[in-house]
């Protein structure tokens, strides 16, 4: 089983970072954002017609056989073979089209180059994580058809209509979807899938909560060991732990404050030693002194928290609820991937 890399971009309706949905999602946005700009030109397809020369217009009188009624036997012929489509990838045995990852990486760069940048800037290989992201919708795809998820065809017209009145003004959309070389039966399926991530993750994440056990704690942030012993003295005498983190406190942020670091939930806070320390006191308990060093520079940060109060259902903010729906996300991703029997045709690892 190939893996590939994994990068994306924000879902736009989830906030999820879903790398099948990036795609698209990208191109969306980049649509929505044209619309107030010059609409492409787009050129006009002309249509051919054949015309049979029994029914040219060309003064030649054809005879008749000598037996109309006797037809000639058309000489056997061996039809031409159906060339095999090349592949890209396979997931669980479901193909994944060698033209549509050329298209799609097509659009990818596309969508970067309006938006000012350069694939592959950032030094990930672009054409892997456009494979990436082919390779786990069609796994959220095989998903939500176990599941029983689905979207209609009445959705789907619906949320076309929506970005057809969006692009109403300047008349951009037909150009728009010749542009990124889909017509727009090809956007609808592309649109259908979208639709269908966007549904999909909302059941993955659907039990994530809205609230949730957090703690308010102070700390103290110490670069001398002999300090650090000397003030968790004083706190243990009686002393203000809101003075001393005042006075002493190497935390320019939390410091002038007394130290108070707000509530907050597990996988908030950047020192998880910090974290781990609050989550054992309970309101009022001040904790050990707590080494914290550096596995570059070998430096020695000590700390001294105290805990002012708990909460065991206290709402999550949003950053931290998107946080909790992120991770759920890329579990399940992960599991999905683990799981899946994945083959990477392009002979890239």
């Known amino acids: ?54 029914t040219a217009s060309s003064g030649v009188t054809v005879e008749p056989a000598e037996d109309p009624t006797i037809t000639p036997e058309p000489s056997p012929t061996t039809p031409p073979p159906t060339p095999t489509p090349q ?6 045995g479901q193909p994944i089209l060698l033209a549509a990852y050329d298209k799609e990486l097509q659009r990818y760069e596309k969508g970067m180059a309006e938006l000012g940048l350069t694939p592959g800037e950032d030094g990930q290989d672009y054409h892997l994580l456009v494979l990436d992201a082919l390779i786990e919708q069609e796994l959220l795809r095989q998903a939500a058809n176990t599941a029983g998820v689905s979207i209609t065809p009445d959705m789907v017209d619906t949320k076309l209509e929506e970005l057809r009145q969006a692009a109403s003004e300047s008349g951009g959309f ?58 968790l003295a004083q706190i ?3 002393a203000s732990f809101t003075d001393l983190a005042i006075r002493y406190s190497r935390d320019s942020v939390t410091g002038p404050a007394g130290g108070d670091l707000g509530f907050f939930a597990r996988g908030s806070l950047i020192v998880p030693e910090v974290e781990d320390a609050a989550y054992q006191l309970q309101p009022e308990e001040v904790s050990d002194i707590i080494t914290v060093t550096d596995p570059e520079s070998g430096t020695a940060t000590y700390y001294i928290v105290k805990v002012t109060d708990r909460d065991p259902d206290r709402p999550l903010n949003a950053d931290l609820r998107q946080q909790l729906l992120q991770e759920r996300f890329d579990s399940w991703l992960t599991e999905q991937r683990e799981n899946a029997t994945i083959l990477n045709l392009l002979g890239e690892e």
């Open 87 to 92: 592949l890209a990838a396979m997931v669980n």
């Open 236 to 238: 243990e005498e009686g």
């Open 1 to 54: 089983m190939n893996r590939t890399s994994q990068q994306g971009s924000l879902n736009p309706t989830t906030g999820i970072k879903s790398r099948p949905a990036s795609i698209l999602s990208l191109l969306l946005g980049i649509l929505l954002l044209a619309f107030a700009l010059t609409a492409c030109a787009g050129g006009e397809s002309e249509s051919s017609s054949i015309t049979s020369p029994a």
């Open 174 to 231: 037909e150009n728009w979807l010749a542009a990124n070389q889909w017509t727009e039966d090809e956007f609808k399926e592309a649109l259908m899938i979208e639709m269908l991530v966007e549904a999909m993750i909302a059941e993955i994440t659907a039990d994530v909560p809205f609230t949730g056990e957090q703690v308010r704690a102070s700390y103290i942030q110490l670069d001398d060991a002999a300090l650090a012993d000397s003030i």
